[in-house]
């Protein structure tokens, strides 16, 4: 802590030192003209706090007597009769009323109409969204036909040995072979009948085939 006459440092507890009772600052008593030896007094005041107490209760200061007459001012009694209050125009209030008035109409009119247009805006929102829908449920068929048409388009990648391959083209091969043999043994050749003018090559092979005992589906 410092001095407050000297500004010098100096330990809160010194010997040589004084404490104020107002602001707790501490003072040398050298500096205040005392001796070191001198009792400390049990109330002191510093010097700066001395200066800032009031001198007594002063009532005729330049505050308190321009508080009072603010006072005074204000402690007057008003004069009624001399406040002018203007007349209202009644013609006015009445021209402002229906002003008022008709915009109020014109308002909702315009709220009406875009209650209206806001209904229209729904609906058409509700359709396009049926419509999206609709759409979608046919790109989800298309793309379900898709799938399939791929899966029977795939190519059977299982035979991957070529002589596996080689393998089921002779047993193709073999197999045609054995259902023409099997086609011609079906076929009947009707030879050394002689053909008379107008005669029906229908009859001939239906007499034929009575005397050998076929019977013939015969598709006309």
């Not at 021209?95 to 009406?112: G, H, P, T, V």
């Not at 391959?165 to 086609?183: A, G, N, P, S, W």
């Amino acid at each position: 802590m410092k001095c407050s006459a000297c500004q010098r440092f100096m330990t809160q507890n010194a010997i040589d030192g004084i404490k104020c009772n107002v602001c707790s600052s501490m003072c040398h008593k050298a500096c205040l003209g005392m001796k070191t030896k001198d009792p400390i007094p049990k109330i002191w005041t510093c010097p700066d706090c001395v200066v800032n107490m009031p001198k007594g209760n002063n009532q005729n200061t330049p505050v308190r007597s321009m508080n009072k007459s603010i006072q005074m001012e204000m402690d007057k009694p008003t004069n009624t009769e001399q406040i002018n209050i203007p007349a209202v125009d009644n013609t006015t209030s009445l021209d402002a009323n229906k002003n008022l008035a008709m915009e109020l109409r014109m308002f909702r009119e315009e709220m009406c109409k875009t209650k209206s247009e806001l209904r229209t805006f729904c609906q058409e929102v509700q359709d396009l969204k049926a419509l999206l829908r609709s759409y979608d449920e046919r790109i989800g068929n298309l793309e379900t036909r898709i799938d399939i048409i791929e899966k029977q388009a795939k190519p059977d990648h299982s035979i991957t040995n070529m002589g596996e391959l080689e393998k089921t083209i002779h047993q193709l091969k073999f197999d045609l072979r054995e259902r023409d043999q099997d086609l011609l043994g079906n076929d009947i050749e009707i030879s050394g009948i002689p053909e008379d003018c107008g005669e029906s090559t229908m009859h001939i092979v239906t007499a034929c085939a009575k005397k050998i005992g076929v019977e013939l589906d015969i598709v006309t």
